[in-house]
Structures are given as C-alpha cells and as structure tokens.
C-alpha cells in the first residue's frame, strides 16, 4: 500500500470512529466474534455483499450508504450486548439475526424489536443511538459540524446537540444525554 493509499484508509478510519464510534472492522470483528459469525453470515445478514462488508472493514470505503444496514448493525450490538449478559440464548440469538436481516430499516425511531430494557422502557444507549443514526441518515459528519457552527454564536446549546449527537462518540452522546435528564 503506498502512502496515499495508508493516508485515504487513515482518514476513513477516523470517519468512522466519528459516524459509528469506531472503525468499522473493530466493530464488524467484535460482532463476529460475539454472535459466532463469520464474514459472509454477517455481510448476509446486514445485507451487504461480502466485498462492500470487506471495504467497509479494511478502510477502503468509509461510509455505510443504507440507513437500513446502520440499523441492522445498532440492531446486532444490542443483540451482542443481550448474548454477552446472559439474556438472550445462543438459540435465541440465532432466531432474532434472522429477523433483523430480514428488517427493512424504515425509521429508526418505530422499530422498538431490541429497543427495551428488561424493565421495559428503551434504554439510554438505544435512544441515543437512534439520535444519532437518524442525525447520521440525513447528512455526513462534516456537514452536521458545519451547521453546528454556523447556528453557534446565536444556539449554542443546539450547537452542541448537533456537535455530540450528529459527529460525536457514542459515549459522549450517553453523558449529554443522562446531563439533561430531569
């Protein structure tokens, strides 16, 4: 790989971690290793084609197109995390992959599949997630940054709404979230 090469992967990769998080093949290989997947069965069941699920993770592209599939993804973390704690069987993982695949995204704030707590009520992550992913469906990072500073010097507040949820860190959006409870 030349240098031009290594700088576009780079890049894409610091796009990444600020759209999703982190980079996307630390991401993909956390849910492979975590549901027992393999390349394919994930690119198959996120509704990808193997080589965009490849691009995607060695940097080559940075963007996921379908808001549908970022769905798809959220929607396998939480199943991840429920399989991690015990709550949902590896039976039972299965069953619920095959309906996410078969999820066709729409709006991310109607499909409430994975969006609960055992008490019922959707839990921080997951709504701050959909914020984001909705933030994220409408216009690229970049862009989300250019209209925070724009309303800035007369929203500030709305500013950093744009700023934490549209380009920040998940776990940044989590403790601006749990900030301006109550």
Do not use: C
Not at 28 to 36: H, M, Q, S, V
């Amino acid at each position: 790989m030349d240098a031009a090469q290594q700088e576009a992967t780079a890049r894409a990769r610091e796009l990444q971690r600020n759209w999703y998080g982190e980079p996307l093949g630390a991401l993909f290989r956390k849910l492979i290793d975590d549901l027992g997947l393999n390349q394919a069965r994930l690119a198959g069941v996120l509704g990808l084609s193997a080589p965009m699920l490849s691009q995607l993770m060695s940097g080559q592209r940075a963007k996921i197109g379908n808001p549908a599939v970022v769905q798809r993804v959220q929607l396998l973390q939480d199943l991840a995390g429920q399989v991690a704690d015990g709550s949902v069987s590896a039976a039972e993982a299965t069953d619920r992959m095959d309906e996410i695949k078969k999820s066709q995204g729409g709006s991310v704030l109607s499909n409430t599949m994975t969006t609960t707590s055992s008490s019922g009520a959707p839990t921080v992550k997951r709504v701050v997630r959909e914020i984001q992913s909705l933030l994220r469906s409408v216009a690229a990072a970049g862009d989300i940054i250019d209209a925070a500073d724009t309303l800035a010097p007369a929203h500030p507040e709305l500013a950093e709404f744009l700023r934490v949820y549209g380009a920040g860190r998940t776990s940044d959006a989590v403790a601006h979230y749990q900030s301006h409870q109550n």
